[in-house]
Nanobody, 119 residues
């Protein structure tokens, strides 16, 4: 099973920026869609952004206009650039891949990276 390792989280003030990275232990070049999820305690994990191998992107309404997802298949890495961060963006962020958004079966869930937005 391919391992996915997230990094780049941290404590940032409202309005700040972070760039998250997700490094896969195997090739992602044939993975149709890669996505970033987030989860807060007591709530279900939610899809924040996704990108297909063709570059088509999806963003949840809550982050649209503030985040950009990208992928570098040569480096087996997916990124999430987050700008204008809000306290409600505080969560643990995970990445996952798959054949469709409803079949995200590529890679195992990693430990995630904590994003905390607070003044």
């Amino acid at each position: 099973q391919v391992q996915l390792v997230e990094s780049g989280g941290g404590l940032v003030q409202p309005g700040g920026s972070l760039r998250l990275s997700c490094a896969a232990s195997g090739s992602i070049s044939r993975v149709y869609v890669m996505g970033w999820y987030r989860q807060v305690p007591g709530k279900e994990r939610e899809l924040v952004a996704g990108i297909t191998s063709g570059g088509r992107t999806y963003y949840a309404d809550s982050v649209k206009g503030r985040v950009t997802i990208s992928r570098d298949d040569a480096k087996n890495t997916v990124y999430l650039q987050m700008n204008s961060l809000k306290p409600e963006d505080t969560a643990v962020y995970y990445c996952k891949g798959g054949t469709t958004y409803s079949q995200m079966n590529f890679g195992s869930w990693g430990q995630g990276t904590q994003v905390t937005v607070s003044s």
